[in-house]
């Protein structure tokens, strides 16, 4: 008897030195990880927490610092696509500030653009301490994006006609991009 408690004994601390955390840091699963929660070429994703005492305020802040980070993917992808763009045209033509117009013009879109984004998965925490813990997942299809962006554009006034097909041949080129890859 005293043989199978001294084992068992020898086991439970071995088991606890397998599962303690290496250098005094313990890892800390997070849900929503994965393929299917990151950008890809189709959509932008973003996954984000927020925290409160209040389950409404942890879901929007949440929300919030995930649509700040969708938004951050999308004004970089906003400027590469204007930079290739403007170094393919730069030999054949004068855009003059075509680059700041079209950034301007990204940050109106992304004002509404990021109300289209949808909600993919919500997970709802509470602490001993009784907070909440609020994790989303959320997306936008690029396609949509790039085609609001284009029907802005032509609405625009303060853009000429040559800086508006300029905008239309770009998009049209990148939502191409999206149907040609499978």
Do not use: H
């Not at 699963?29 to 005492?53: M, Q």
């Not at 936008?140 to 853009?159: C, D, H, I, P, V």
């Amino acid at each position: 008897m005293k043989k199978l408690i001294l084992s068992l004994s020898i086991l439970m601390l071995v088991g606890q030195a397998c599962n303690s955390s290496k250098n005094g840091l313990t890892e800390v699963k997070t849900p929503f990880k994965g393929s299917s929660y990151e950008s890809n070429r189709r959509f932008f994703r973003a996954v984000a927490s927020g925290e409160s005492i209040n389950l409404e305020t942890a879901k929007s802040k949440a929300m919030l610092t995930a649509n700040q980070r969708m938004a951050s993917s999308v004004q970089t992808e906003i400027k590469n696509v204007t930079e290739n763009y403007q170094n393919e045209r730069n030999a054949d033509g004068n855009l003059g500030d075509f680059g700041e117009r079209f950034q301007q013009l990204t940050r109106e879109v992304m004002a509404t653009t990021l109300i289209g984004s949808n909600l993919i998965n919500e997970k709802t925490f509470q602490k001993t301490d009784k907070t909440y813990q609020v994790w989303v997942a959320m997306e936008l299809r690029k396609r949509e994006m790039y085609k609001q962006l284009k029907q802005l554009a032509k609405e625009k006034n303060t853009l000429s006609d040559k800086e508006k097909k300029a905008i239309e041949e770009m998009l049209d080129k990148k939502i191409e991009e999206l149907d040609n890859k499978d």
